[in-house]
């Protein structure tokens, strides 16, 4: 993706939102990392992170990065995610005729954790401008495989029911109207069995950053486009990302940041099959890395 295209698609990040429909979602994400510099050009690193979240997760990765020249760095990694899977129901009925008592059947499952793997490789190339700008795009392949694996749970369906309400109208006319009304309850014991996923994504993000010698501060802003490649003979533009916030490096080695993060989620794949999500979400980041 050239910068051109990512302009465009953080333009439309920003101008999506006012003409989707979608529910606003906010939530907090933790990490902390520490990094260890082998030489001047290669590092390695360890990262945990927690998002108190849609679809919380946990999270446990482990990078290295070298710097063959100046202005590029190249890096692999694995991240260990475990991540909860919300509250389903699966409404397939048709309201608009119930009879007196009728049974939906199986269609409320109850939240579970999944674990996944994740692969990638990256590289970023930098500029410095006016001695405290510093522009970098990244480019980044993810390769994410969860192996098939059973859940045991209770399942649940729901009783839905007409009942009949009576009541007089300003001339003391009788009207009767019929209100459905529905219970949860649970019914059966489940296993459900999860199939074998595997997902590859591209990741672009353009990143502009204050970057002065002997500052502690560093504002930033980036802007992230997430494009699947598993579905096939094209790209999918699943989500749009950005973040603004700071960072502050203090004691030498050590650094905190705060930003906050807003995601529009456009595309997602679900067992395979793509389907619409019109959902934005927001987080407030918080970070801690301790290099040496």
Known sequence: MTLRHLFLSSLLFYTAPLLAEGDDEFGTWQEIGIEKAITKSWDVGLDLEYRAQHKARFSAGLGTSYKPIKNLKLGIGYNFLYTNRPDKFNDKSDY????????????????????????????????????????SLRERYQFTHSKA???ERYRYRENFENVEHRD???????????????????????????????????????????????????????????????TGDHMLLQKMRTSVGCSYKFRKHNEVSLSYV???????????????????????????????
């Open 96 to 135: 608009t005729e119930i009879p007196e008592k009728w049974t939906e059947g199986y269609n409320f499952f109850p939240a579970y954790w999944s674990p996944r793997h994740r692969f990638y490789a990256e590289a970023t190339g930098s500029v410095k401008l006016w001695k405290w700008l510093r522009i």
């Open 149 to 151: 694996y059973n859940i």
């Open 168 to 230: 007089f109208d300003e001339n003391w006319e009788e009207v009767i109207w019929y209100e459905l009304e529905s219970e949860v309850t649970r019914d059966a014991w489940d296993t459900k069995v999860v199939p074998a996923n595997t997902d590859q994504v591209l990741r672009s993000r353009l990143k502009l950053e204050y970057d002065k010698k002997r500052c502690p501060f560093s504002p930033f802003i980036s802007a992230e486009a997430h494009n699947s490649v598993s």
């Open 262 to 292: 807003t995601t529009f989620y456009m595309y997602d794949l679900e067992d395979g099959e793509v389907i619409r999500d019109r959902d934005r979400r927001h987080a407030l980041s918080i970070g801690y890395k301790y290099s040496f």
